[in-house]
């Protein structure tokens, strides 16, 4: 089982861009599909978006389907989330995940009785206004 460290985060200005790095070690991270998630303060976790185990697809929730990028490097055992034109409500600690499937990691906040494989323990992005 891979363990996930994200980095990268920060206070930013709003409108600028911010990029987090989630890496992995301990396991085959290209058997893993990966996703980030975020949770601002006094909400839910929310799902951002997903890619594939091969870096080939990916999947975005529609409320930020505009200002992310999610990529990845298997040689660099890394996923990448690229943020542009920064808000102060994406203030948020953001989450990388890990799991064999991808549906698994869409739906992992929307369904209770589901959980992904490996959970980051997060990084913290706040913007100011």
């Known amino acids: 089982q891979v363990q996930l460290v994200e980095s990268g985060g920060g206070l930013v200005q709003a409108g600028g861009s911010l990029r987090l790095s989630c890496t992995a070690s301990?396991?085959?991270?290209?058997?893993?599909?990966m996703g980030w998630f975020r949770q601002a303060p006094g909400k839910e976790r929310e799902l951002i978006g997903a890619?594939?185990?091969?870096?080939?697809?990916?999947y975005y929730a529609d409320s930020v389907k505009d200002r992310f990028t999610i990529s990845r490097d298997n040689a660099k055992n890394t996923v990448y989330l690229q943020i542009y034109s920064l808000k102060p409500e994406d203030t948020a600690v953001y989450y990388c995940?890990?799991?064999?499937?991808?549906?698994?990691?869409?739906?992992?906040?929307?369904?209770?009785?589901?959980?992904?494989?490996?959970w980051g323990q997060g990084t913290r992005v706040t913007v100011s206004s």
């Open positions: 995940g890990a799991d064999p499937i991808l549906h698994t990691i869409v739906v992992v906040t929307t369904d209770k009785d589901k959980d992904i494989e490996v």
């Open positions: 301990g396991g085959a991270f290209s058997t893993y599909a």
């Open positions: 890619i594939t185990k091969s870096g080939g697809s990916t």
